[in-house]
Nanobody, 119 residues
Framework: QVHLVESGGGLVQAGGSLRLSCVVS????????MGWFRQAPGKEREFVAR????????DYADSAKQRFTISRDNAKNTVFLQMNSLKPEDTAVYYC????????????WGQGTQVTVSS
């Protein structure tokens, strides 16, 4: 059973930064592409960023480009999301996901971490 645990969320003022972490256990970390998604109140969950198995390629939602950076440390079974220049519209629960493909249709999800950006 693959288990994902996110951390690093919190309350930050607009323009501030947060770094989310997600630790994966239960299987070989490098089998999985990793992604970050978010869900704001009253909205559907949306893609934020993803990274390939060895970390050589990344992909971002338009809303995250130039502000967010996804990375992974395969030695520590951890994926990160560095979020800079945060905006109130970034307020959401952020979820980490692990998938054998880049589609993130089937895979594993964490419990989420709340990010709140005040104006």
């Amino acid at each position: 059973q693959v288990h994902l645990v996110e951390s690093g969320g919190g309350l930050v003022q607009a323009g501030g930064s947060l770094r989310l972490s997600c630790v994966v256990s239960g299987d070989t970390f490098t089998k999985y592409a990793m992604g970050w998604f978010r869900q704001a109140p009253g909205k559907e969950r949306e893609f934020v960023a993803r990274i390939t198995w060895k970390g050589s390629n990344t992909d971002y939602a338009d809303s995250a480009k130039q502000r967010f950076t996804i990375s992974r440390d395969n030695a520590k079974n951890t994926v990160f999301l560095q979020m800079n220049s945060l905006k109130p519209e970034d307020t959401a629960v952020y979820y980490c996901a692990a998938d054998r493909t880049l589609r993130f249709v089937d895979g594993y999800w964490g419990q989420g971490t709340q990010v709140t950006v005040s104006s």
